[in-house]
């Protein structure tokens, strides 16, 4: 059963508009997130997180919004630039003594220029 | 600086042979993963380890072995290897809780 959920295996948009990812998650103990980067070839790369006490976090032009009640999140890039295209994951951590990261599957964003 | 390795990057291996990957870390972290991509499925964890002579089952551990003897290294062992296990195995490493994890490179494994 897929603890961590996205839906979309893929979004393409345009360079300068917004690219809003989703991610559903099923675990109520769930109490951080982490949103990953993967280009072909590469390791995936840490791009930015959330903990389950705050609903937004920002860094530059990314930002990750928290639904706790919805066991929701989502990942925005404004605006988006064609360096962006890539795999993104969503990820999640128990708070329970565990370091260990539930994936999601992965959506792959392609922005055009 | 710091940094953690994965070789080889490409292996090309027959049924039934012993493999192992190996991965380095020089970040001192205690905590080590392993996890396989495959297509259709994302990041799936074989196996992981908190610290020195500590390794415990992931998700899809099964074909797979880990020894931790030092905090640098995680090798990963498949025993018997089957074409199923052909994936991209990723090794990564973590200071603690609610720090995200540094992937390696990964290494492309293909079982004939």
């Known amino acids: 059963d897929q603890q961590v959920k996205q839906n979309s295996p893929s979004l393409s948009v345009q360079e300068g508009r917004i690219s809003i990812l989703n991610c559903d998650y099923t675990n109520s103990m769930f109490d951080y997130f982490l949103w990953y980067k993967k280009y072909p070839a590469e390791g995936p790369t840490f791009l930015i997180s959330i903990s389950s006490i705050k609903d937004k976090n920002e860094d530059g032009r990314f930002t990750v919004f928290l639904n706790k009640s919805a066991k929701h999140l989502s990942l925005h890039i404004v605006p988006s630039q064609p360096g962006d295209s890539a795999v993104y994951f969503c990820?999640?951590?128990?708070?329970?003594?565990?370091?260990?990261?539930?994936f999601g599957k992965g959506t792959k964003l392609s922005v055009i220029p | 600086d710091a940094e953690i390795t994965q070789s080889p990057r490409h292996k090309i291996t027959e049924t039934g042979r012993q493999v192992t990957l190996a991965c380095h870390q020089t970040w001192n972290h205690n905590n080590m993963f392993w996890y396989r991509q495959d297509l259709g499925h994302g990041l799936r964890l074989i196996h992981y380890s908190y610290g020195v002579q500590d390794t415990n089952k992931g998700e899809v551990s099964d074909g797979y072995s880990v020894s931790r003897s030092n905090t640098e290294d995680l090798p990963l062992t498949l025993e018997s290897a089957a074409s199923s296990q052909t994936s991209v195995y990723f090794c990564a490493s973590s200071p603690g809780q609610n720090y995200g994890y540094t992937f390696g490179s990964g290494t492309r494994l293909t079982v004939v």
């Open positions: 990820a999640a951590i128990s708070g329970a003594g565990s370091y260990q990261l539930t």
